[in-house]
């Protein structure tokens, strides 16, 4: 224990330190760095302490302060000379002031660590000097001693108070069941409003008698749920929810005050731990149901097809009915890879604000549940966070609950983070931390409801960190004595939270012990009642095409081709899209690069001749828009595109303000937006994978600032993109752009591994595309919403190719009578077709090089096809374009290397093809020319590329077949071209 002379403020200390301090609120470099250190811990920034510490309390009209004038003011400190001493009273007064607010001001900040909030015990700081009164020179005698209190943030609005009763307050308020951190907020407005909710404020008494049997209700089915599963299904994995029982009741809190705050629709994002009891309890899901699954029956209707997915990934919406009217809520699908459905559901959360005009952010809100592990360890969770306060982004704050049990599957928390607390990567946001402990689930609904109320009026994401424990090991079949067992041996003795609460709450008066006998009872026969049910249920209803997904349809797989729908515009719409794009306001600064670009633009339009992949693009955007849908598009400075192609902001040279054109088109157009992302693939795409979830009726856009980055937020194209239309029947009819090209800019910048992309794609899940035509793209991008159902759809998009002058389309390919074309045929003229020896397929860029050098060389017996649309895979139309040459040999020439690009897909697919034309073709394989296969997507010098792409373009024209077929380079296992099969 400290004593009083192991204080810093007893004697003449205290007038110098008083000093020191008005000092270093006014220049910290003018005390040494000792004291610097010592008041920064105090807090982080001076002026706010400034604010806190300084002002009033000087100024206070101290009546013992000597020489105080009529208001009690003269005796301020910034009157005295650095340095000078204080006497007598006024010296004392001073000292009291500082120690005092010192002391609060110490609770503030590091109260939480001496808080009770693990239920088990095993954590605490033990002794902390700084919340000991007698650290700052009190004595015990000053505990009944009336001290002044700063007026400016107020200990609950008293003006003075006693010693014993100031550290009652700040013990209760900061190291009871609750502990709160804030002060890393900047914003004053925000950490006043957390003191003023948290200080003095008798929480227990703010609940009624029956909010806390409805509390304890929530409590017995909790446990009640997960015991019984126990019992009925031993060994079965559910990932129980036992030992955080009161997550239930945080949630039901936070929908309660959600809705009485005017909140109308949540989101809920949350892994594995305790989602069998927030689907039955929070989401209404019939026990009987989870039953039925549980016995082994399919979640899905019987009519519907998929892979469907393990329980406890199951996604569910539903409708609650509050006082305040009815509160929609939907569950997020997800898979086991954790954290990353956080960006998912706040792109849902978005989408759905936007489709509501809910422009406050104050109607639908986000709730991510986390596990402590989990929270602190996966960099999407920082990614995410980044978001939440930028423009194109912004969900007005998401509420997180941190399922803290103090372990990760076997990893103790001191391996899982170098931080204290799993939140503190929270902090960085600015975000308020409850840290509160789950065996007291009034102060889990306290907590709960001050976190809506914070993210309500600040628009701020808020985190609860709520301690509890894993009963059982990590699912229900886990040994947690190999690892843990000092910690299983007091879990093992500890008493369920229920039972906690249940005495506690019979031991209030709140209810007999024959009331929670009752309540435990009727739920127990509940339960007993919807088991026997289960062997006969019958899911009988799938919600995934209903409200905004009204009018579409799913596409099976074979049942109807991928229709082309009709997707051209009438040429005078197009030409008033175009030309309006191309015209900015006057008054406005244009860069005169830029001002020629737009006369380029211009001219187009107006000639109806070489409209470049820019203007494609722009015109289906803007036609989309003419026609009501919205558009949006995000990712790494896409306003100006990566390559200076878009344009889709204008930047003012003066001011820097933006000008959109496509914002521009007509009052009646539906809102375009378009954002410079923040430098995340993994956050962004997800949160784009998330908007386009939850809306069918926005073209949705990620854009890559080059392809190969998107393998940063690969989880989202493995478990979301390619799959989640199959496990969780949930259409995203995402568009990525990917920028995709060998052009001599080495290994990284090359490839969006394509190949990787066509590996994913079975079952008509998405789509693959390589463009060569801006017309096609346009098409691509209408047809993305035109058509009655939704697929992802991947673009290799364009980097050089952006300015080629072969790489241009006429007005009439966008016009009416145009669409999209998956496969492009021949466009020179050449030897009649069965004399044409010689079919090229391709995709994408090497088209045009190929297309170039035939020309060069005046071949006119090699015919180009182009492959635009990969997958679903135009069979058919192959078939139909290459027919035309039955006796032709069958390239496929790619630039990429032989183990990346199309290739892998495309081979026995052609063979297929090949097969089905017949003639010298059947029972022929397709050549491979490309590069050989390489470690690296490509080479890091220009001069070896451009030997390198030069030599494949003249193997595809001129090498002969039998040349081609000989393993020709550094192939190692997997010759492109076995000898053998040719
Ligand atoms: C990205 C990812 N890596 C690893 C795993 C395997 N895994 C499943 S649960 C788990 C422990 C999670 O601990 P925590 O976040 O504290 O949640 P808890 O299970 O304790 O509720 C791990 C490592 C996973 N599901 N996802």
Known sequence: MANETDSIFTGANGAFIAQLHENYLNDPSSVDAGWQALFAEMADDPAVVRGEVAGASWALPLPELEGADENGAAAKKEDMAPGAAVSGDAEDAARDSVRIRILIRSFRVRGHLAASFDPLGLQGAGYLKELD??????????????????????????????????????????????????????????????????????????????????????????????????????????????????????IERILRTAAYEGIKEVVIGMPHRGRLNVLARTLGKPYVAIFSEFQGNSAHPEDVQGSGDVKYHLGASADREFTEGTMHLSLTANPSHLECVNPVVVGKVRAKQTIRGDEAREQVMGLLLHGDAAFAGQGIVPETLDMSQLRGYRTGGTVHIIVNNQIGFTTNPNASRSTPYPTDVAKGLQAPIFHVNGDDPI?????????????????????????????????????????????????????????????????????TAEEADKIESD????????????????????????????????????????????????????????????????????????????????????????????????????????????????????????????????????????????????????????????????????????????????????????????????????????????????????????PHGMEGQGPEHSSARLERFLQLCAEDNMQVMNLTTPA??????????????????????????????????????????????????????????????????????????????????????????????????????????????????????????????????????????????????????????????????????????????ALLVEQALTWKADDLRQPFQRIESADPNPVTIG
């Open 133 to 250: 009164y007698k650290h700052y020179g009190f004595t015990d005698e000053d505990l009944d001693r009336t001290f002044y209190l700063d007026t400016t943030t107020p200990l609950c609005g008293k003006e003075r108070a006693t010693l014993s009763e100031v550290l009652e307050i700040l013990r209760e308020s900061y190291c009871s069941s609750i502990g709160v951190e804030y002060m890393h907020m900047q914003e004053i407005e925000q950490r006043a409003w957390l003191q003023e909710n948290v200080e003095g404020v008798d929480y227990r008494r703010n609940y009624s008698d029956d909010q806390k049997k409805n509390v304890y209700k929530d409590i017995v089915e909790a446990e009640g749920f997960e015991n019984y599963l126990q019992v009925k299904h031993t060994g079965t994995k559910r990932f129980g929810l036992d030992g955080g029982e009161s997550m239930i009741p945080c």
């Open 776 to 949: 096609n793209i346009f098409h691509a991008l209408r047809r993305q919403m035109q058509r009655n159902f939704r697929k992802p759809l991947v673009v290799m998009s364009p980097k050089s190719l952006l300015r080629h002058k072969l790489n241009v389309s006429k007005l009439e390919d966008f016009g009416p009578d145009a669409q999209f074309w998956r496969t492009l045929g021949e466009v020179d003229d050449l030897v009649p077709d069965e004399k044409v020896k010689r079919v090229v397929l391709c995709s994408g860029k090497v088209y045009y090089e190929l297309l170039e050098a035939r020309r060069e060389q005046e071949i006119d017996d090699i015919a180009i096809l182009r492959i635009e649309q990969l997958y679903p895979w135009p069979r058919d139309a192959l078939i139909n374009r290459v027919g035309r040459y039955p006796d032709a040999d069958v390239v496929w020439c790619q630039e990429e290397p032989a183990n990346m690009g199309a290739w892998s897909f495309l081979n026995l697919r052609l063979e297929y093809v090949m097969k089905s034309v017949g003639g010298k073709m059947a029972g022929k394989r397709p050549i491979f020319v490309g590069r050989p296969a390489s470690a690296s997507p490509a080479a890091g010098s220009l001069k070896v590329h451009n030997a390198e792409q």
């Open 523 to 738: 739920f127990r026969a509940h339960l007993d009642s919807e088991f026997e049910a289960a062997s006969s249920y019958k899911a009988n209803k799938a919600d995934w095409l209903e409200g905004v997904w009204d009018g579409l349809v799913h596409l099976r797989q074979d049942e109807e081709e991928m229709k082309e729908g009709p997707t051209g515009v009438e040429l005078d719409r197009l030409k008033e899209i175009g030309l309006s794009l191309a015209r900015v306001p006057e008054g406005i600064n244009v860069n005169s690069k830029l001002l020629r670009q737009l006369k380029a633009k211009a001219t187009m339009m107006e000639t109806g001749e070489g409209l470049d992949w820019a203007m494609g693009e722009a015109l289906a955007y803007g036609s989309l828009l003419m026609d009501g849908c919205r558009v949006r598009l995000s990712g790494q400075d896409s306003s100006r595109g990566t390559f200076s192609h878009r344009h889709a902001a204008i930047v003012d040279q003066v001011n820097e303000k933006r000008y959109y054109p496509l914002s521009e088109l007509s009052p009646d157009q539906a809102a375009f937006e378009v954002m410079d992302s923040p430098l995340s693939e993994f956050g962004v795409a997800g949160f784009e994978y998330g908007y386009a979830l939850a809306d069918p009726n926005t073209l949705t856009i990620w854009e890559a600032q080059f392809g190969d980055f998107a393998n940063t937020a690969q989880v989202i194209f493995d478990q979301f993109l390619s799959s989640g239309e199959s496990k969780w029947l949930r259409l995203c009819g995402l568009v990525m752009l990917l």
């Open 443 to 511: 102060a889990v609904c306290r907590v709960a409801d001050l976190a809506v109320q914070f993210r309500q009026k600040f628009k701020r994401d808020v985190v609860i960190d709520m301690f509890c424990y894993r009963r059982h090991g990590h699912n229900e079949g886990d040994e947690p004595m190999f690892t843990q067992p000092i910690m299983y041996k007091t879990i093992a003795e500890h008493p369920p939270t229920r039972e906690i609460f249940r005495e506690a709450l019979i031991k209030d008066g709140v209810m």
